[in-house]
């Protein structure tokens, strides 16, 4: 066992080099990655140009305008400005999420986690978009997340086992409590609301516990989930559970990718490594074309973004999807980053600067202190 162990931390030794050497940019200066929305609206309609979708025969959709739709929620969320965020005027805020009413806007300064919740009239669903990781600490968060597994704290799951750090952001943080109640809101508001969670990165795993939970709460039946260039987050048996109780469920991957690779796979040590769930659909480039592949119902399908080789892991394909780049956008840390995006919104909030239509809740933790 202990050979294995060595043999398991020298891979991942080697694929956090890999992610260390992809990530700094060239001449000590850190790129600028930016932010292009396309030219679309609410009427939004799919052109003559869309991208190619393979099913391969697999007895499954994939709804390519909401896709769209849901990433332009998973890149909001990453805005650092929370007063836009609440009036939902950021430069993000806009295209296919125009007239999303914000119900709650949660900011966890400590943990470095934020995430909103509202409701998207056109859908009407109830949407949760939870911020992933700033991209200047990917390499951190990576470094520990190869052999901290727990036994997952639900019943009824016997042997799963998961992530203990993305498990804690959510069920032991502000991000739990807050997200439960913002749904009850919205759903006492509007009526029984399908529900649709998504993130990017750590965002995805950690929106991945938050599906979980409401499922169990709410319905597997009334869950969605959408996620963007997440990590694995579990063992075999959580995959398994995960897919029983979270069915309606897609995990987009981009090309080249690193983070879908982590933590790493391994064929030989099935009581240590993690397994992704279904369903992935692929976004890679066949032939100059854009292509989504919609792959098998393993989560481990060696014919999608498992078919890149270590070599070609690439730490930028994990910041653009669907034409999205998805990115914060301040580079200083993030719990300076978001203090004092807290604080200004508290001080708009007090000037009456902030106008609103409606009530919006805004849950804020701050050295262990909790502002509602």
């Known amino acids: 066992m202990d050979r294995r162990r060595r043999v398991v931390k020298a891979a991942a030794a080697v694929v956090v080099a890999l992610l260390l ?18 030219s679309s609206s609410i009427g939004y309609t799919e052109p003559d140009t869309k991208p190619d979708v393979r099913n391969n025969g697999q007895g499954f959709v994939f709804n390519y305008t909401l896709a769209k739709t849901i990433v332009e ?55 949760i978009a939870i911020r992933g990781t700033q991209e200047n600490s990917i390499q951190n968060w990576i470094k520990d997340m190869i052999w901290k597994q727990v036994n997952l704290n639900y019943p009824n799951m016997p042997n799963a086992k998961v992530h203990t750090g993305f498990y804690s952001s959510y069920n032991n943080t502000l991000l739990r409590p807050a997200i439960t109640k913002a749904v009850r809101k919205a759903r006492r508001l509007h009526g029984d609301s399908e529900i649709i969670v998504t993130g990017h990165s750590m965002g995805g795993a950690i929106a991945s516990f938050c599906a979980l939970d409401l499922a169990i709460s709410f319905g597997r039946d009334n869950v969605h989930l959408m996620t963007f260039g997440q990590p694995r987050v579990g ?24 983070v879908p690779h982590l933590p790493p796979y391994f064929f030989l040590l099935p009581q240590l490594t993690y397994r992704h769930f ?95």
């Open 73 to 127: 929620y998973a890149s909001a969320v990453y805005m650092t400005n929370l007063t836009a965020l609440y009036t939902w005027t950021c430069s993000r805020c806009n295209d296919l999420t125009r007239g999303f009413e914000v119900i709650c806007i949660i900011a966890d300064v400590q943990n470095c986690l934020q995430a909103f919740v509202g409701v998207d009239h056109n859908l009407n669903a109830i949407i």
């Open 235 to 258: 063992n075999a048996a959580f995959a398994s559970y995960f897919a029983k109780y979270v069915p309606n469920t897609i995990r987009m991957t981009h090309e080249r990718d690193i």
């Open 278 to 372: 279904p369903r992935e659909v692929w976004e890679h480039d066949v032939d100059g074309n854009t292509t989504f592949e919609v792959c098998d119902g393993s989560g481990e399908d060696p014919n999608c973004c498992r078919s890149v080789f270590v070599l070609f892991w690439s730490a930028s394909d994990h910041l653009t999807y669907m034409g999205f780049n998805i990115a914060a956008d301040d580079w200083s840390t993030c719990r300076i980053v978001l203090r004092r995006s807290v604080e200004q919104l508290q001080m708009n909030l007090a000037s009456n600067i902030v106008m609103s239509g409606h009530s919006v809740d805004v849950v804020i933790a701050d050295d262990s202190v909790q502002i509602y």
């Open 21 to 38: 050497l992809s990530i700094a940019p060239s001449g000590g200066a850190r790129r600028d990655w930016g932010f292009h929305s396309p």
